[in-house]
């Protein structure tokens, strides 16, 4: 089984707060897993999220890369 991250590791890694990603996880913003109280991250899951809030330059915007 993969290793579930903490609030804390899973902040560390996306570069922000543990209070944001509390946040984030009661707007559903961000994949995650309920155990009892805890909340825990895969880590892939991070990695997907990260990625599907890439913005396009402006050349893609265009039609041109």
């Known amino acids: 089984m993969e290793r579930l991250l903490t609030i804390q590791e899973a902040a560390e890694k996306l570069?922000?707060?543990?209070n944001t990603l509390y946040l984030w996880v009661?707007?559903?913003r961000i994949p995650h897993r309920k155990i009892g109280r805890l909340v825990?991250?895969?880590e892939c899951d991070l990695e997907e999220f990260v990625e599907q809030?890439?913005?396009?330059?402006?050349?893609?915007k265009n039609g041109h890369i």
Do not use: C, L
């Open 53 to 60: 809030q890439r913005q396009p330059t402006i050349g893609e």
């Open 26 to 28: 009661s707007q559903k």
């Open 15 to 18: 570069g922000v707060r543990p």
């Open 40 to 42: 825990r991250f895969r």
